[in-house]
């Protein structure tokens, strides 16, 4: 088989184990402090180095967009054992949408020469679009395979099982490709102590939505801003029927004004 180059798309996030908190100013997810590789993203990266060392060589290489040049949840994926990584940062993409974002990578991936296969997470754990990696594929010009539980590169064909309500659907698709893949798909390795170590001098590329050429971004790019954010009205006290012959006709009023039935 010839050497495959794999790039993966890692989303970094606050730490869901800490309380997540809103930017008064913005109304958005604070992300001002370190944060972490998106659990979801780590199945992608096995299975990049998978099919990699499937084919025999290649590289697996890392994109990624975050703020303050954060690079904490990379340094992770590098240490699995990917071998460098492109990092977007710009104070101008506060606010951008999926849309921007895919048009942020894209840029990113095309000015790191493209790849052979480029693997996303179905979804992130903080934003929950599960938009992005189409998105990705339309602005790349690429096919798409979403939901992928299985991947196997057969030459220049990509064969997947696409995971569906009622099983899976065998798809089949030339490279290169975007494909999204789900928790499961391969079991993710921990990283070792010389993985962790040589992750600190593998190199990361930083740029800015500038550099890429990507505008509008951010707020103007997205065409939105969040007005406001207000807590969620606290729950009223059920009503309590009691069974005294009629409580039947006394339930199905309440379901009839809820317009259930």
Not at 8 to 22: E, F, S
Not at 46 to 71: F, R, W, Y
Not at 217 to 225: H, I, K, R, Y
Request: hydrophobic share 45%.
């Amino acid at each position: 088989m010839l050497p495959m180059n794999v790039i993966v798309c890692v989303k970094q996030i606050p730490d869901p184990a800490t309380p997540g908190a809103l930017d008064p100013g913005s109304n958005t997810l604070k992300r001002d402090g370190k944060l972490i590789l998106d659990e979801s993203d780590s199945y992608g990266v096995e299975m990049a180095l998978q099919l990699v060392d499937a084919a025999g060589g290649g590289e697996v290489s890392l994109v990624s967009m975050a703020p303050n040049g954060e690079v904490s949840g990379m340094r992770t994926a590098l240490a699995m054992g990917a071998a460098k990584g492109t990092l977007v940062s710009d104070p101008a993409l506060l606010g951008s949408d999926a849309l921007t974002t895919a048009k942020v990578l894209g840029a990113a991936i095309q000015r790191m020469g493209g790849a052979d296969l480029v693997i996303a997470a179905t979804e992130s754990s903080d934003g929950y679009t599960g938009t992005v990696p189409e998105q990705l594929a339309e602005v790349l010009g690429l096919p798409s395979v979403t939901f992928a539980k299985k991947v196997v590169i057969d030459g220049g064909t990509l064969k997947a099982d696409r995971q569906t309500e009622s099983g899976y659907d065998e798809v089949v698709c030339p490279l290169p490709a975007v494909i999204s893949v789900t928790a499961g798909v391969v079991e993710p390795r921990y990283p070792s102590f010389k993985g962790i170590m040589a992750a600190k001098a593998k190199p990361i590329d930083t740029v800015t939505a500038g550099d890429l050429g990507v505008t509008p971004v951010g707020w103007a790019g997205a065409n939105q801003s969040i007005v406001n954010v207000a807590q969620a009205e606290a729950r009223a006290a059920g009503e309590i029927i009691e069974d005294d012959g009629e409580a039947h006709v006394k339930i199905v009023a309440f379901l009839e004004n809820l317009k259930v039935i």
